[in-house]
């Protein structure tokens, strides 16, 4: 059993930056591709991001990509994403989440369905 904590959210001004953490358990977290994604009050969950299993290969939602980078340590069995510029509509529940048993050989993915482990997510709130 996989499990996924974040860790690295919290208040922060318009323009500024954080890093998100993602630390998992267990002893195969190279075999699993991983991602984040957020949810904001009222809205669906929203891809962000995602990362091959050695980290080679990366993918951006629109929205965030040339402010967020998406890594991973898997000698330390962590993910991480790096913020940049964040704006007031970042303001989110920011969940990462890996694919487990739906894996297809892919090198990511980008469908919230297509995750089947999730983190508890943390909460990330700019200010204006």
């Known amino acids: 059993q996989v499990q996924l904590v974040e860790s690295g959210g919290g208040l922060v001004q318009a323009g500024g930056s954080l890093r998100l953490s993602c630390a998992a358990s267990?002893?195969?977290?190279?075999?699993?591709?991983m991602g984040w994604f957020r949810q904001a009050p009222g809205k669906e969950r929203e891809f962000l991001a995602a990362?091959?299993?050695?980290?080679?290969?990366?993918y951006y939602a629109d929205s965030v990509k040339d402010r967020f980078t998406i890594s991973r340590d898997n000698a330390k069995n962590t993910m991480y994403l790096q913020m940049n510029s964040l704006k007031p509509e970042d303001t989110a529940v920011y969940y990462c989440?890996?694919?487990?048993?739906?894996?297809?050989?892919?090198?990511?993915?980008?469908?919230?369905?297509?995750?089947?482990?999730w983190g508890q997510g943390t909460q990330v709130t700019v200010s204006s």
């Open positions: 990362i091959s299993r050695s980290g080679v290969t990366t």
């Open positions: 267990g002893r195969t977290f190279s075999s699993y591709a």
């Open positions: 989440a890996a694919v487990i048993s739906h894996y297809t050989g892919r090198l990511y993915y980008t469908g919230v369905h297509e995750y089947d482990c």
